[in-house]
């Protein structure tokens, strides 16, 4: 009998580790997403609010659309998107880009900027992508705040050279994409 008890005790004990590993364990996301998550989402609506609100998006969509039809004017629109500076506040929502993208589709459609710049375009209005959750992103892995000051700038930089880099990339990969045959 004996050896019956201490079968269930260590069931009993398994369970109940298991058990209360998943309880801190939720109670550990729903903290995390409480004091990051929430309030990173309450700031990313408030800038997608401002952004659509004050017509900005479009205007930046205007003043961009030009440049489109060229590859040294993709470049300039991914070093312009990419500035350290500016990608954080492009990022929430994609609300530029999807602006942006938009109307250069719209410009692709109607012929005033050839079919095989779509593709560098989709990768010139993007090289903020990430730049707004970095801050976020080591804040929810608890980084160290010598962490965060050194791992934001480098990402916002990084994406200075990797965003013109992935234009011309994608500049040469549309070739023959987009043929008559």
């Known amino acids: 009998m004996s050896a019956l008890n201490n079968l269930i005790v260590k069931v009993g004990r398994s369970v109940g580790g298991v058990v209360g590993t998943l309880y801190q364990a939720g109670r550990d996301s729903v903290d995390t997403v409480i004091r990051n998550v929430i309030p990173f989402m309450a700031f990313i609506s408030f800038i997608i609010g401002l952004i659509l609100t004050t017509g900005i998006g479009d205007w930046i969509a205007e003043g961009l659309k030009g440049s489109a039809s060229t590859l040294p004017g993709l470049l300039a629109i991914s070093v312009v998107c ?12 994609a609300v530029i880009a999807q ?3 938009t ?4 410009e692709i459609g ?7 710049y779509s593709l560098p375009a989709l990768f010139a209005i993007n090289p903020q992508v990430g730049c707004d959750f970095i801050p976020v992103g080591l804040a929810l892995g608890e980084a160290e705040p010598a962490t965060v000051e050194v791992g934001v ?3 916002l930089f ?13 500049y040469f990969a549309s070739f023959g994409l987009y043929s008559n045959n």
């Open 82 to 93: 990419a500035i350290p500076l500016i990608s954080p506040l492009l990022g929430p929502g």
């Open 153 to 155: 700038p480098a990402v």
């Open 158 to 170: 990084s994406r200075l050279v990797t965003g013109p880099l992935s234009v011309v990339i994608a």
């Open 110 to 116: 109607k012929g005033n900027i050839p079919a095989q």
């Open 103 to 106: 109307l250069l589709g719209v």
């Open 99 to 101: 602006i942006v993208g």
